[in-house]
């Protein structure tokens, strides 16, 4: 290689990074441009249609640790690694075939409105919102800290700049266009990823390795196991990541708000459905390419989080690297932003005036209280201009706090990572963070939530008792596990913790709501006249996006 072509590869792989987020924050001045009210920056006024929504849901569910993570543990643990992806992937299928349709007619922000509505509960509500604000933290915390992994290989810059960085661009976008910038963005994202694995990284990887022939030959049967083994990851904790990401697809803010942003319930349904299949691609592909890697490169990778950049410094060629470490950026912004979103959405909505009783930024639970017609007609009239200028979702004053909540939770996050970033060691950071994430997650509020949907007893009094003991006995389990085994890492990634949490959340949720008065009978006629409600009927009477 002549002197200086390596510099010049680096230089260009880092060009086409840097074009990318420019390109993102490009998106955050057309979203602005189709943002009239809360609905729209929000949910992306509920007019998506299949070919948008599929996009969106796969680019905010495949994040950090689902491209660089599911990369690693292929790396790590052979074909047996790919089961993380997957149960996120099935998470996302369960989601849209039992669930989606049901969700998009409640006409509700966040999984607090929909407690509420079907408790009648403000305990439920708040409790839930507080457990759902610290998870959606933890998931921008851990997607922003991923961004580090790429941009420290392409620049050499200090972990926490490259994190700064990556933190800026997302915020932007996401502060000036809501969800539609967030949309057009996750549709970019979406591409670039299915180019970048599907099309680049594992064509490139496989003929490198000499094939399935060549990867067997130098790293032999034990990485082929689907669970097991030498190296393969055993029994137990497949089941136990199929427990907390499966589930926590299911009731996940951040994942419902892609849900709200549906045009129809068979939008919700059909969208999902692809976007499910193709996360189990996405899970199958990562890990082949893992292993490909692990039998072109060896050993020498300590940490399994640097083998995706890693393959694309080492084994792609120049130019198609930087397709891919940009493909690796759009997985962990599609997920910061979609988090950092819902995480507003949450604290405004529902967390701040638990805490302070002040009113609710949407004075009813059904959010959308202002139709689109509504809004302009009582707008025309001037009617609503002081009374309802902080309850309207149509008036300025709401974008603008939605938009001063996104940009304060976005700095506190980026803060948070950076610290995150000093402190880690190499290890399984992006991974252990999003199992915090998921099983405070699952932990404290999956019985409540599904147990809403599913049997007709539930009252509020059980729903907020076994969301506070699920959510403790969760942490305790962590905290308990890592003293046992002398290392806080470990104790994260223990399998009992989740185990302990849901079973002491299951138990007092039954206990609780047979032992105290059942939902009042005027709260359950109107969550079931949402729910029967014709399916089908576009949610809203505004112009559909496709």
Request: proline share 2%.
């Amino acid at each position: 290689m002549p002197p200086g072509s390596k510099e010049a590869l680096v230089d260009l792989n880092l060009v086409i990074v840097v074009l990318y987020l420019v390109a993102m924050l490009g998106f955050g001045f057309w979203g602005r441009s189709r943002t009239q009210n809360s609905s729209d920056y929000l949910v992306a006024g509920r007019r998506l249609g299949t070919f948008l929504y599929t996009g969106t849901m796969a680019a905010v569910v495949l994040g950090g640790a689902s491209t660089v993570g599911g990369v690693g543990l292929g790396y790590k643990m052979g074909l047996s690694g790919m089961w993380l992806v997957v149960a996120i992937g099935v998470g996302v299928l369960l989601l849209s075939l039992l669930f989606a349709g049901t969700i998009s007619k409640l006409r509700v922000y966040t999984v607090s409105d929909m407690l509420k509505l079907r408790y009648g509960s403000k305990s439920a509500a708040g409790a839930s919102s507080i457990v759902m604000m610290l998870y959606t933290m933890f998931l921008v915390v851990t997607s922003t800290g991923a961004y580090a992994t790429v941009l420290h290989v392409l620049t050499g810059l200090d972990s926490w700049i490259c994190i700064a960085i990556g933190g800026a661009v997302v915020l932007v976008y996401s502060v000036i266009g809501g969800m539609w910038s967030i949309t057009l963005a996750d549709q970019v994202q979406f591409i670039i990823k299915t180019i970048g694995i599907f099309a680049l990284m594992l064509p490139f990887v496989l003929v490198k390795a000499d094939g399935f022939s060549g990867i067997r030959e130098r790293l032999g049967d034990n990485y082929f196991a689907i669970a097991g083994g030498k190296v393969g990851a055993d029994t137990q904790t497949i089941i136990t990541w199929f427990v907390v990401y499966m589930f926590g697809m299911l009731i996940g803010q951040d994942i419902w708000q892609r849900v709200f942003t549906a045009r129809t319930p068979k939008v919700a349904r059909l969208g999902g459905t692809i976007a499910g299949v193709y996360c189990i691609l996405y899970g199958a592909a990562g890990a082949i390419i893992g292993m490909g890697a692990h039998a072109v490169l060896g050993d020498g990778i300590k940490a399994k989080n640097d083998v995706y950049a890693e393959v694309a410094d080492k084994i792609l060629p120049v130019g198609i690297g930087g397709l891919v470490l940009a493909a690796a950026v759009a997985a962990m912004m599609s997920t910061a932003s979609g988090a950092l979103i819902a995480c507003a959405t949450v604290a405004r909505n529902d967390v701040v005036p638990f805490l302070t009783g002040r009113a609710r930024a949407v004075d009813d639970v059904a959010v959308d209280a202002y139709s689109d017609h509504d809004a302009r007609a009582l707008k025309s009239t001037g009617s609503h201009a002081a009374n309802h200028d902080a309850s309207d979702p149509h008036s300025e004053k709401n974008i603008k706090e939605n938009r001063a909540f996104v940009l304060g939770l976005g700095v506190l996050t980026v803060l948070i990572s950076i610290l995150m970033a000093r402190l880690d060691n190499g290890g399984d950071l992006v991974v252990a963070s999003l199992t915090v994430a998921y099983d405070i997650l699952v932990g404290g509020l999956l019985v409540a939530i599904l147990g809403g949907f599913v049997w007709k007893r539930a009252n509020g009094t059980g729903a907020a008792i076994s969301m506070l003991v699920g959510t403790l006995v969760t942490v305790a389990g962590m905290v308990y596990q890592a003293n046992k085994l002398g290392d806080t890492l470990s104790g994260i990634l223990a399998n009992e913790p989740i185990y302990y949490g849901l079973i002491a959340s299951l138990v007092t949720f039954v206990v609780a709501s047979l032992a105290t008065p059942k939902t009042d009978d005027a709260v359950r006629a109107e969550w079931d006249a949402r729910v029967h409600r014709p399916a089908d009927v576009e949610l809203d009477a505004t112009p559909t996006a496709r």
